[in-house]
């Protein structure tokens, strides 16, 4: 369920921001939408970025969906690291 998912994910990053005073630490998601339908990935990717002011997230993964995203977005909100 996408909105089960959109609120863990949200929660997540406020847990991230809240775990230290100096800033957050990295929040690393590993294939986290290998169950998500096509459809809900871009709203999910675009809910995290507005959320996720002070958190860096790390997607580690070859989603082409997440990818794809990636590429799209500008250098502020999304860079791609391939091997």
């Known amino acids: 369920n996408v909105s089960q998912i959109e609120w863990y994910l949200t929660s997540r990053l406020a847990a991230q921001q ?3 005073y100096v800033g ?3 929040l690393v998601l590993d294939e986290p ?3 998500v339908a096509a459809d809900d990935v871009e709203y999910l990717l675009e809910r995290i970025v507005r959320t996720s002011d002070n958190v ?3 997607f580690v993964g070859d ?3 997440v990818v794809g995203w990636c ?3 500008d ?3 999304a860079t791609l690291v391939t091997t």
Request: proline share 10%; net charge negative.
């Open 71 to 73: 590429r799209a977005a």
């Open 33 to 35: 939408f290998a169950d």
């Open 24 to 26: 957050s630490v990295p």
């Open 56 to 58: 860096q997230v790390v």
């Open 75 to 77: 250098e502020a909100t």
């Open 18 to 20: 809240a775990l230290s």
């Open 63 to 65: 989603d082409p969906r």
